[in-house]
């Protein structure tokens, strides 16, 4: 008589066996689809909401390298009478300058004139004209300052509310308190855009990074030509059945697994490969633009897939119809040390139509009044010159910025602060980068100082600790 050899058992291995029957119950919970997954990610960690919910999603448009107020919405007449002049010593002495430290510091005149639009007769660069045809409809800051001086951690600073590498974007902030509406596209996404002509300096994927949140929150990078996401259709000869068929059996033994090690990133894991196979179908639709009326493609003065800002403005509105919650479009090559009488009416043409049309857009279809738009750079711009080469320009500023915000409960036709006649400093309601975040939390219905995660033993929250406050007068 044969004796069947002995079977010896680990526990990891018996636990194994016994929780396939989890895993089935996994795999059935994913069959039963899109209304419990739906639920799930529509409540973020704030809930019930301790402040009244004014937007329900930010459009947040970047004009990376840092817009020169002087030729945008901040005018300044003794600035140009001074054209040419020694800058007053008593502004700038002891103070941090980036590549004018140490030079000859002389007054440079804002470039272009200025023009008044709509109701107030508000004065911004006659580059603009498109948003002189909204400014009853938007706030303009011209007091902002930030902490920072150079690119990258200044757009650390405006994006994480901290220089230091490694803290969650404030998207992924928003989608952590508030969760997503969209069921079948990730809740944070961006998009970048470049004007033809020049190399502008690189946009670090880690500007929509989650940090030390859970990595699901982090942005999604929507390319602006060509596929929108990498590798998102199936190989030849897979079906989708049969790829939905895969992403069900890969996460039910994700499940399992999960339930051995207790791993939050499986959790993220089974989560993404639920999003990517929806993404799947739900991509292709919001990129189809077919169904715009040939008066909104005008609108935006854009040709769908072309990847500029302005088709890019388009589909941040499709996105935010599907319950995209954070939306983050960057356009480069501000950076105008030189060349500026040259290269900013190129930018100006690339977005002053497009980022009004977005704000024509969202009002008409009923969305302004709970959508936070922003429109800003990392940092500002000297009043003083400087030269490359034969061309002028103007160096990193961080005293003086000017941007503009609309939509969901922010003053309309409103211009908040001010800088002194030259331009150098804000004086009057001086805002902070922190105040800005704190102020978008606010209008989505959270208390930006009571919102924090424990991270290295201490609260860390996208507002700091240096006591931001919300900016009352533009609401």
């Given at each position: 008589?044969s ?13 194994g066996r ?24 529509a ?29 945008t ?26 590549q004018?430290?140490?030079q ?57 509310g ?36 020049r ?9 929509w ?19 929108a ?7 030849g ?21 999960d ?60 996105l935010?119809e ?14 105008h ?6 290269e ?11 980022s009004?049309a ?10 302004l009044?709970?959508t ?15 030269g490359?080469?034969g ?33 150098y400093a804000a ?11 704190a102020?978008m ?35």
């Open positions: 008589m004796v069947a050899p002995f079977s010896f058992h680990t526990r990891r291995a018996f636990l016994v929780t396939q029957g989890v895993g089935a119950v996994a795999l059935a919970s994913l069959l039963r689809g899109a209304e419990l997954r739906a639920a799930t990610a409540r973020g960690v704030v809930h019930p909401l301790p402040l009244p919910q004014k937007a329900k999603r930010v459009i947040w448009l970047t004009m990376a390298g840092g817009p020169s107020q002087f030729e919405f901040d005018p300044k007449p003794k600035l140009a009478a001074m054209h040419g002049e020694p800058m007053p010593e008593s502004m700038t002495k002891g103070q941090q300058l980036a004018l430290q140490g000859k510091l002389v007054c440079h005149a804002p470039q272009f004139p200025f023009a008044r639009f709509g109701r107030n007769q508000t004065e911004i660069c006659s580059l603009f004209p498109h948003l002189g045809g909204v400014i009853d409809d938007i706030c303009l800051i011209r007091s902002m300052t930030t902490d920072a001086i150079n690119h990258d951690p200044a757009h650390m600073f405006m994006n994480t901290s220089q230091i590498a490694g803290r969650p974007s404030m998207g992924s902030w928003v989608n952590y308190g508030l969760g997503s509406a969209a069921e079948n596209l990730p809740g944070f996404v961006v998009m970048v855009s470049t004007g033809p002509g190399s502008p300096q690189p946009i670090a994927v880690r500007q990074s989650s940090g030390f949140l859970p990595s699901r929150f982090q942005g999604v990078q929507f390319q602006s030509r060509g596929d996401v990498h590798y998102l259709g199936n190989p000869r897979v079906t989708r059945a049969q790829q939905g068929a895969d992403v069900q059996a890969i996460n039910a033994l994700n499940r399992q697994h339930a051995l090690v207790h791993d939050p990133e499986i959790a993220t894991r089974i989560a993404q490969y639920e999003m990517a196979f929806q993404m799947q179908a739900s991509v292709p639709e919001l990129m189809d633009v077919r169904g715009e009326t040939a008066k909104t493609l005008e609108l935006y003065g854009c040709t769908p897939g072309d990847g500029s800002f302005a088709a890019n403005c388009l589909l941040a509105r499709r935010a599907r319950g995209v919650r954070f939306i983050q479009l960057y356009h480069r090559d501000w950076d040390h030189s060349l500026l009488r040259e900013l009416p190129l930018r100006a043409k690339e977005t002053d139509r497009a009004a977005l704000i024509t857009d969202l009002k008409q279809r009923g969305m009044d709970d936070l738009v922003v429109w800003t750079g990392e940092f500002g711009r000297t009043p003083m010159s400087q490359n080469k061309t002028t320009g103007r160096d990193h500023h961080n005293k003086s910025m000017s941007l503009w915000v609309a939509g969901a409960g922010i003053r309309r036709g409103h211009v908040h602060g001010a800088t002194d006649d030259l331009g004086v009057q309601d001086v805002c902070t980068v922190h105040d800005l975040h102020t939390l606010h209008q989505l219905g959270i208390q930006h100082d009571a919102f924090s995660v424990k991270f290295q033993g201490l609260d860390a929250k996208l507002t700091g600790v240096e006591g931001a406050q919300v900016i009352k007068g533009i609401l």
